[in-house]
Every structure is written in C-alpha cells, then in structure tokens.
C-alpha cells in the first residue's frame, strides 16, 4: 500500500524558512523520481521542484518562482524527500505535496502540509 506523508509546514513571516519532509512507503523510492507541489486557494495544482532517482548524478529541477530559495533533496536509506524553503514569500501560501515525477498512475496523494506565510 502506497503511502505518501507530507509535515513541516506552518506559519512563518515573510523571510523566513521551513523544512518540509516526506515520509513514502510502498514505492521503491529509490528508483523513482520524485517532486514536490503545491495548490494554492482557487489555483491548480503545480510543481515546484524535481530530483532524480539517479544514485550516480542527481539532478534537480525548479520552477521560476522558487529557483535559488528552495532545495530538494532525498534520503534514500529512510525513503524521505524534503524541501527546504528560504526567504518565503506571501505567494508561497499553499498546500504542499510529494509525488512521484510524473505523479503516481494509481491517483494516490498524500494529505499536505499546509504553508502559511504571512505577517
């Protein structure tokens, strides 16, 4: 079974920083490529940033909003993704989630960690 657990989020002023962390199980994580996203209020669903399964070359990809403010990274002995985000912005309020790259065939999303920033 497929499970997807994303924490770390809160509410934090503009400026600050958070870690968020995916917790995965059910997937052989260290062959999978995997992704970090976001939704915010009355907005789809998109990706911020990507790393690759490659144990050899990691490669990362970010999208324009977040490029120098947040990193990805992977822990593939405790199938954990993480994100940590710099310099937050109020445009980074959203709901933020982990999935494979593309996401998961089967649908399967974990709950989010809501990112609230705000003074």
């Known amino acids: 079974q497929v499970q997807l657990v994303e924490s770390g989020g809160g509410l934090v002023q503009p400026g600050g920083s958070l870690r968020l962390s995916c917790e995965t199980s059910?997937?052989?994580?260290?062959?999978?490529?995997m992704g970090w996203y976001r939704q915010a209020p009355g907005k789809e669903r998109e990706l911020v940033a990507t790393?690759?399964?490659?144990?050899?070359?990691?490669?990362?990809t970010y999208a324009d909003s977040v490029k120098g403010r947040f990193t990805v990274s992977r822990d593939d002995a405790k199938n954990t993704l993480y994100l940590q985000m710099n310099s937050l912005k109020p445009d980074d309020t959203a709901v933020y989630y982990c999935?494979?790259?593309?996401?998961?065939?089967?649908?399967?999303w974990g709950q989010g960690t809501q990112v609230t920033v705000s003074s």
């Open positions: 999935n494979s790259t593309p996401p998961l065939s089967t649908g399967i």
């Open positions: 059910g997937i052989i994580f260290r062959r999978t490529a």
């Open positions: 790393i690759t399964a490659s144990s050899i070359t990691r490669w990362v």
